[in-house]
C-alpha cells in the first residue's frame, strides 16, 4: 500500500510569494494532520482534519496559513504570502478514526523561503 | 493537557552498546503512547505503540520499551546498537476520542564506531 504522499520535497521560493504544499493520505484514513517542524519550535500540529472536516485549526500561525481538504483523498497547504520565518518542514500525516491514534507521516515538504 | 518530555536532547553510544531513551508523559486519561524515528531527510517512521496490555511492548528493528503507570514514563531500550540507529527520535501521547498526538522535543542520538 501506498504510503502517505507530499508534494513537492522541496521548494525554495522568494518572500511574498505564495505557497501550495500538497498531500495524499492513505486510503481508507479519514484523520489528516499538517505538521510544520523546525529546528528551535520542534514538531508543531498546524490542523487537524476529521472526514475532510477542519476539527481544530489552532494551530495555524496565522492568517497567511489556510489548509483545505476538498475530499478524503487530497489536503492542501497554502502559505501567501510567505515569509522567511515560514522556512520549515511540513509533514502531512494520517490515521483512521477507530484506531489506536497511530499517525502514518508523509516523508515532508522542505519549504525555504529567500 | 497532555505533553511529553525528553530530558536528553542528544545522546551518544558506541556500536554494539545499549541504549535507553526516557520518555515522560503527562495525560489526565488511559494514554495510547508512540515511539517514532526520524532518519535525516526522512518522515517519522512508526517503532512501537502501548495502548493498552503486557507493559512491555516489541517494535520494529530491536527496539522495545516499557510502560511503567507510576512513573508516567514510556521509555525506549535497544540491547545493542547499530550505526543505523542514528537518527532522531520522538516519543508522544495520545488517545481518546481525537486522535490528537503530543510529541516530545525529540532525542538525537549519534552512534560511534
Known amino acids: 500500500d501506498a504510503g502517505v504522499i507530499q508534494s513537492p520535497r522541496h521548494e525554495v521560493t522568494e518572500m511574498g510569494q505564495e505557497v501550495t504544499l500538497r498531500c495524499k493520505p492513505i486510503?481508507?484514513?479519514?484523520?489528516l494532520f499538517w505538521y510544520r517542524q523546525t529546528m528551535m519550535r520542534g514538531l508543531e500540529l498546524l490542523i487537524y482534519?476529521?472526514?475532510?472536516?477542519?476539527?481544530?485549526d489552532s494551530g495555524m500561525p496565522e492568517d497567511r496559513f489556510s489548509a483545505k481538504m476538498p475530499n478524503a483523498s487530497f489536503s492542501t497547504l497554502k502559505i501567501q504570502p510567505s515569509e522567511p520565518r515560514d522556512s520549515a518542514v511540513y509533514f502531512c500525516?494520517?490515521?483512521?478514526?477507530?484506531?489506536?491514534?497511530?499517525?502514518?507521516f508523509g516523508e515532508g515538504s522542505r519549504l525555504t523561503v529567500l | 493537557a497532555q505533553s511529553v518530555t525528553q530530558p536528553d536532547i542528544h545522546i551518544t553510544v558506541s556500536e554494539g552498546a545499549s541504549l535507553e531513551l526516557r520518555c515522560n508523559y503527562s495525560?489526565?486519561?488511559?494514554?495510547?503512547l508512540f515511539w517514532y524515528v526520524q532518519s535525516p531527510g526522512q518522515g517519522l517512521q512508526l517503532l512501537l505503540k502501548?495502548?493498552?496490555?503486557?507493559?512491555l511492548v516489541q517494535g520494529i528493528k530491536g527496539f522495545e520499551a516499557e510502560f511503567k503507570r507510576s512513573q508516567s514514563s514510556f521509555n525506549l531500550r535497544k540491547p545493542s546498537v547499530h550505526w543505523s540507529d542514528a537518527a532522531e527520535y520522538f516519543c508522544?501521547?495520545?488517545?481518546?476520542?481525537?486522535?490528537?498526538?503530543?510529541f516530545g522535543a525529540g532525542t538525537t542520538v549519534t552512534v560511534r564506531a
Open positions: 482534519f476529521n472526514n475532510n472536516v477542519p476539527i481544530d
Open positions: 502501548y495502548f493498552s496490555g503486557d507493559t
Open positions: 500525516a494520517s490515521s483512521a478514526t477507530g484506531g489506536t491514534g497511530e499517525l502514518f
Open positions: 495525560y489526565g486519561a488511559t494514554p495510547y
Open positions: 508522544a501521547v495520545g488517545g481518546g476520542g481525537d486522535y490528537k498526538l503530543s
Open positions: 486510503s481508507g484514513h479519514n484523520s
